[in-house]
């Protein structure tokens, strides 16, 4: 993020924090299709994630656990970011997202919210917390019965 204008910069830290304060689809599924759990053992992160998919389009994403506030806020806007989209949509976020915060921006990608998190590229020991709930959503769509862990 230095490279960010201060006020960008103040900005996406005010979404993070209010993802972390009052994270969006923070609740167990009754009747989910797919679950997972995740588990950073660096800092500790740890989350369920749950999934509902109708027809290949996910229908419902939610989660529960207890993390940092990248952990957090990351898996909130992850279920906002997946709701509605078809499995191999989601698949292409996830490497693009993962792509955003180990390698270089995707050409073209949108990423629209979860962009605010880019800046955490910076901070590598971060990238595991901001990719905890993605690995573990995953693994949850996959069928993958192992906890996603991050180290």
């Known amino acids: 993020m230095s490279d960010m204008q201060p006020d960008l910069r103040e900005l996406y830290q ?86 955003m915060l180990t390698e270089s921006q995707p050409e073209g990608r949108d990423f629209g919210k979860l962009q605010v998190l880019a800046g955490v590229k910076e901070f590598p020991v971060r990238v595991k917390c901001a990719t905890l709930a993605w690995h573990t959503l995953h693994n949850a769509l996959a069928g993958v019965a192992d906890t996603a862990k991050t180290e």
Not at 53 to 65: D, I, K, L, M, P
Not at 66 to 72: L, V
Not at 85 to 91: A, G, Q, T, Y
């Open 14 to 99: 005010e979404v993070i924090f209010d993802h972390n304060r009052s994270p969006r689809n923070y609740h167990g599924m009754e009747r989910p299709s797919h679950v997972a759990r995740g588990h950073n053992p660096l800092c500790g992160d740890e989350l369920t994630v749950y999934v509902r998919v109708e027809n290949g389009v996910v229908a419902e994403a939610s989660f529960v656990g207890q993390g940092c506030a990248i952990s957090t806020a990351s898996a909130s806007l992850m279920t906002e970011a997946v709701r509605g989209k078809p499995l191999d949509e989601v698949e292409a976020l996830f490497r693009d997202f993962h792509a």
